[in-house]
């Protein structure tokens, strides 16, 4: 089996841009499985940056991506992700990039209802991205949301509309939105349609299985992060779809089998953008350091997709064992190392202490959650740069002991070690496709 799936460990933004992407010059063709324009992916080559939302990382090669049923695809934010990838020079073409027809549309009004219930909850706000992916999903599920196969047939999809508008509109009053026509949602569908079309496909979970059995290199490329998984996550505090490997299954149409390797990004510390639990934050000078990121502010925690700070706190080793677990990963990509360079010294969360009781495991009750104090070991610093160094044994003593020391306690051994944002200042350890 040579195909690779990748899924983030903790609370998203662990790098997986720069990973997705170096694993892209390797496999034949991309998929997406789940989320949104949600995520947010930063790709540096050379002195070029692409920032993706939807597109699979796979276009910045010209190689065949693919947007799965999986997705919620809001169609405006896509055509505008098409024309920024256009305007720095990529190709992208109704066969390079298939977006399944199974796959649910995001529409103004999700948008609409998930900024102003975000209003509405004040300081119990979920911190969402205001990007309309809850409700889109709730839509899914409630089996009323608009399908990209919908939008070839006028009249089919006037009637979805109307069952769309009998549960929205009522919604929308409480809100203190306006109420909606058919035709305020059927218009503007209706311009971006033709553009769109010729991405639009049947079947195309078939095709991605012909391309496994004919021995391609499938990359499933995951979105956000375990911890945001909506079963498996710091629920309420979640996305609201499964982010675990075990979604590339529903997600894109192939047998479990499929998803190959799983690789599992794991930043060097940990961050998270929105509300929730997090046990190891840290509001010091400490959690100041690790935002501004590693020298020069390369690695500056700020979204990529919102711009908003991320809240910064030291490595959890337990709730990775946990990502660990739940994704079946193979192996970890370590990410943002040199952000943690100068440091004197760096703590791991090991276990975590609830009502006087250690547990290795992040609970389900929020109350809990919330209430969880880390237990640390401490390891020692490094004063050396560890940035963009490409060979192991170049790196600090001491940071390949933190490495050894992440890799025994969240029980996966390491792949990858990214030095920098560059797709090049990687450590290979094992080439995740090979073997
Ligand atoms: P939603 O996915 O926009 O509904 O947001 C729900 C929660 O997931 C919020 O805490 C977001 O900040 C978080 N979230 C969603 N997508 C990402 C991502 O790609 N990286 C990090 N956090 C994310």
């Known amino acids: 089996m040579s195909n690779v799936t990748v899924v983030g460990t903790q609370w998203g933004d662990e790098g997986k841009g720069k990973v997705i992407d170096w694993l892209s010059t390797r496999a034949d063709m991309a998929v997406r499985f789940q989320g949104g324009n949600n995520a947010g992916h930063t790709i540096a080559v050379g002195d070029k940056t692409y920032k993706t939302a939807l597109l699979p990382s796979t276009v910045v090669q010209g190689k065949l991506s693919i947007i799965g049923n999986g997705v919620v695809v809001d169609p405006w934010a896509l055509l505008d992700e098409i024309a920024r990838a256009r305007s720095v020079g990529l190709s992208v073409t109704p066969e390079n990039l298939v977006i399944s027809e199974a796959a649910t549309v995001v529409l103004p009004l999700h948008r609409e209802l998930d900024l102003a219930r975000e209003a509405r909850a004040g300081d119990k706000k979920i911190g969402t991205t205001g990007r309309g992916i809850g409700p889109a999903y709730e839509d ?60 639009i496909q049947p079947v195309v979970w078939r ?45 894109a149409g192939v047998p479990v089998q499929a998803m190959g390797r799983v690789l599992g990004i794991v930043k060097a510390y940990t961050t998270r953008v929105g509300a929730g639990p997090f046990p190891t934050e840290l509001f010091d000078e400490t959690g100041e350091r690790l935002t501004r990121g590693g020298a020069g502010g390369l690695g500056a925690e700020f979204g990529t997709n919102t711009g908003r700070k991320r809240r910064c706190g030291w490595f959890d080793a337990v709730l990775v064992r946990q990502s660990v677990e739940l994704n079946g990963v193979s192996g970890i990509v370590l990410t943002k190392l040199d952000v943690l360079d100068g440091f004197p010294s760096v703590k791991i969360c090991t276990g975590y202490e609830l009502d006087g009781e250690s547990i290795d495991y992040l609970p389900a009750r929020l109350c809990d959650a919330q209430s969880l104090v880390p237990i640390y070991e401490e390891c020692e610093g490094w004063t050396e740069s560890s940035q963009g160094i490409r060979d192991w044994e170049q790196l600090p003593e001491a940071a390949k002991r933190y490495v050894r020391r992440i890799e025994t306690l969240v029980g996966a051994p390491l792949f990858l070690l990214g030095t920098s944002p560059q797709r090049d200042d990687t450590i290979v350890l094992k080439d995740p496709f090979e073997g």
């Open 140 to 199: 899914k599920a409630g089996r009323r949301a608009i399908r990209y196969a919908d939008l070839a047939d006028p009249a089919a999809l006037s009637d979805r509309v109307e069952r769309l508008l009998a549960h929205h509109n009522p919604l929308r009053v409480d809100l203190g939105l306006q109420v909606l026509a058919a035709e305020d949602v059927l218009a503007p569908l209706s311009e971006v349609y033709p553009l769109l079309a010729p991405h």
């Open 207 to 251: 095709r991605i299985n012909n391309a496994i059995a004919n021995g391609r290199r499938v990359l499933f490329e995951g979105a956000q992060a375990a911890m945001l998984d909506v079963d498996h996550g710091t629920y309420p505090y979640t996305t609201s779809s499964n982010t675990v490997s075990g979604q590339v299954s529903a997600g």
